[in-house]
Every structure is written in structure tokens, then in C-alpha cells.
């Protein structure tokens, strides 16, 4: 099985911008579809962008759409998502998720994922 860890959390102000990494290790990332999440205090974890094994597609949530990027690079088995623009509202644990699937399937849905890191705290302030 895989193990994630996700990196590049931290503290922003806001209309600036983080790049948070997930690196796989276990097994080749190249094997499974890529996804990161966000949760804030109380609430469920939600949806924030997604990537297929090969890469080929990608989506996003519309709360995000146009202001975040994700991207892999199977050779150092990192996923990436740079987000620009940061909101007060983006303030959140974020975190990847694994899951085996053929291109180019995206995962959208949390239960969809087999495997999550610990996360990372990204907080934006006003």
C-alpha cells in the first residue's frame, strides 16, 4: 500500500499563495488517481481538486476553479496543488488522498479514496 505525507502548509495573508506537495512512498504514485481535500473546524471534508493517473484530467471545486492548480510528477511520486489567490474562506486542514483507478477516471467523492495523509493546516488570514 502507499503512504502520503503532505507538506507546504502554513500561514498567509490573504490574495497570497502556497504550493502544498503530497509525496507517496510504498508504492509508485504512477498507480493511483490523486485527489486533495480541506476540512475547517466543524465541518465535513470537502472537495477541492482531483487527478487522474495519468494525468490527462484534472477538475476542481468551483469554490476553487481558476485559482488553484494541481499537478503530478510520477518520477518524484509528488502531487502538487498551488493555489493562488488564497481566501480567508480556504482556511483548512488540506489533504491527499490515493486511490486506484484507470485513467482518465477522476475521484470527486471522499469515500472514493483508499489512502489519506495526515494533513496539512493552511491558514489565511484577512
Known amino acids: 500500500q502507499v503512504q502520503l505525507v503532505e507538506s507546504g502548509g502554513g500561514l498567509v495573508q490573504a490574495g497570497g499563495f502556497l504550493r502544498l506537495s503530497c509525496a507517496a512512498s510504498g508504492r509508485p504514485l504512477s498507480d493511483y488517481a490523486m485527489g486533495w481535500f480541506r476540512q475547517a473546524p466543524g465541518k465535513d471534508r470537502t472537495f477541492v481538486s482531483g487527478i487522474s493517473r495519468s494525468g490527462s484530467r484534472t477538475t476542481y471545486a468551483d469554490a476553487v476553479e481558476g485559482r488553484f492548480t494541481i499537478s503530478r510528477d510520477d518520477a518524484k511520486n509528488t502531487v502538487y496543488l498551488q493555489m493562488n489567490s488564497l481566501e480567508p474562506e480556504d482556511t483548512a486542514v488540506y489533504y491527499c488522498?490515493?486511490?486506484?483507478?484507470?485513467?482518465?477516471?477522476?475521484?470527486?467523492?471522499?469515500?472514493?479514496?483508499?489512502?489519506w495523509g495526515q494533513g496539512t493546516q493552511v491558514t489565511v488570514s484577512s
Open positions: 488522498g490515493a486511490v486506484i483507478a484507470r485513467p482518465p477516471v477522476v475521484v470527486v467523492r471522499v469515500d472514493g479514496y483508499d489512502y
